[in-house]
């Protein structure tokens, strides 16, 4: 285990040694102590590398991230994860805003709930939360699964495209064009492998599938008053 | 973007820490914010009295011998404190009209920061620490302060464009994002005989504060109508004689993070403010719900009602 003190040598030293880490790299395991809420930990980073930061982050925390596990010991601030290629995320507390926003792939855990526009744009990106989710989440969601094991807001779905949803409790409002869907052993399949990768003990059957209800991809005068 | 800090203290063993604790918080949002900075501080009282922090550019000529011409154009007297380009004008209470009449009548070109009976107010241009030891703010004790730290969007990088912005007496806002509709709302109140001074949005947000309660509303009355008639992003943090409120617009954009302790409720606009805050550790820490209106009040329990 390597430990870094985030304090002692600075952000921008920190990235360059995770950075410098290659595919085959035999230090592997990384600890980043005394974050104190500071921006852009751990961003960019590409290799199989797990890191964990003993603390709170500030904005996007283990943005663009590819390959490596990234862990906060946490909350996290605003962007964590944003545009997420691979790799996966764990964070311990709860999420601020825009979580996984463009996120292409991998796997972000929340334990706690994450707050609003959670994957906002998302294009093939996981997000498990175990908590709920604030409003305006998944807006414009094209792929990927977001899975909410509480609440979710205002507005889930706004404007999405192949997105799935599952909630477990209850949504606040569903966005335009998002509506409740069947489902059917496929998604339930597709949500146990998430809820188990996620480590998260509950059960798919009690989840509600959301997603676009596909009236609004091309464009149609009658649906003016939606846009 | 801007910076917000707001600490109110439960406990009053860190009084004498509260304008260290602030000033610590607000330097940390410098680059949230590097154009001017401000801070409220409710600090002591002394029955009977009441508070004016007045400011002026040229201090040196403009304060000189302020407090006996003051008093002798009141008939009462006038004890005067300076602090670099503000000075706290002690004045009998219920006096205001009268001081103010006097301060326009002596013509010294000086501008009113704050009134009330705990509250002072400093603000001026630059750096957060260049301000807060310009006005010695980390040796001031109180009962509870917000900070400010401003990127100017909407209006001039001036002293009078600084937050925070006294709305009455005791009563002051601090806030991080853009009103849209702050020209057409500014005619308005204008029309309806408010005094705003500056082509700021804030100050129109303010001076809307200021008449919702002119004309009976509560604040917490008042914050909640806002959500209907100010148009655009806001996260605003306000500051009473007795407690501070919360509310942010119904996107919440601006990022608003909150911790309680048994000793403290501490306002930030990003978590890195929070840190050097003692126990922040086990600290209830969360965001507070956009069309929410928080308030905490020594007088009074702990409140929060989400917008209908």
Known sequence: MQTIDLTEIGLRETNKTLHAQSADTNQTAWEIVNPRGSHAIACGLDAPIEVTVKGSTGYYCAGMNQQATVNIHGSAGPGTGENIMSGKIVIEGDASQYLGATGHGGLIVVKGNASSRCGISMKGVNIVVQGSVGHMSAFMGQSGNLVVCGDAGDALGDSCYEARFFVRGTVKSLGADCEKKEMRPEHIDILKGLLDEAGIDADPSEFTRYGSARNLYNFDVDNAGAY | ?308
Request: with cysteine; aromatic share 6%; glycine share 10%.
């Open chain 2, 1 to 308: 973007m801007c910076g917000i800090v707001g600490l109110f203290l439960k406990d009053s063993a860190l009084e004498p820490q509260l304008g260290e604790l602030l000033t610590a918080m607000l330097i940390t949002m410098t680059d949230r914010g590097p154009d001017s900075a401000g801070i409220a501080i409710y600090g002591d009282e002394t029955p009977g009295q009441m508070k004016l922090t007045v400011q002026s550019d040229t201090p040196e000529t403009t304060f000189a011998g302020l407090d006996a011409a003051l008093g002798k154009a009141m008939g009462t007297s006038v004890a005067m404190s300076v602090k670099s380009t503000h000075a706290v004008l002690t004045i009998p209470a219920g006096t205001l009209s009268s001081a103010r009449a006097a301060l326009a009548e002596i013509d010294r070109g000086i501008r009113i920061m704050s009134r009330g009976e705990t509250l002072e107010i400093y603000k001026e241009v630059g750096l957060p620490k260049d301000v807060a030891a310009r006005f010695d703010i980390a040796r001031m004790s109180g009962t509870h302060g917000i900070g400010h730290t401003r990127m100017a969007t909407e209006s001039a990088v001036t002293t009078m464009g600084a937050h925070p912005f006294n709305t009455g007496d005791d009563q002051c806002l601090v806030h991080n994002g853009s009103l849209s509709n702050h020209n057409s709302l500014r005619r308005k109140l204008r029309r309806e005989g408010i005094h705003i001074e500056t082509e700021n949005d804030t100050e129109v947000g303010a001076a809307y504060l200021t008449w919702q309660m002119q004309n009976g509303a509560t604040l917490g009355e008042a914050l909640q109508s806002s959500l209907d008639d100010l148009d655009g992003f806001f996260t605003f943090v306000v500051g009473t004689k007795d407690g501070f409120g919360v509310v942010r617009d119904p996107i919440a954009c601006k990022p608003a993070v909150m911790a309680e302790t048994d000793q403290y409720v501490a306002f930030g606009s990003e978590y890195r403010a929070l840190v050097d805050l003692p126990g922040i550790e086990n600290a209830r820490v969360w965001e507070p719900e956009p069309a929410t209106v928080y308030f905490w009040s020594h007088d009074k329990a702990p409140t929060s009602k989400k917008a209908a």
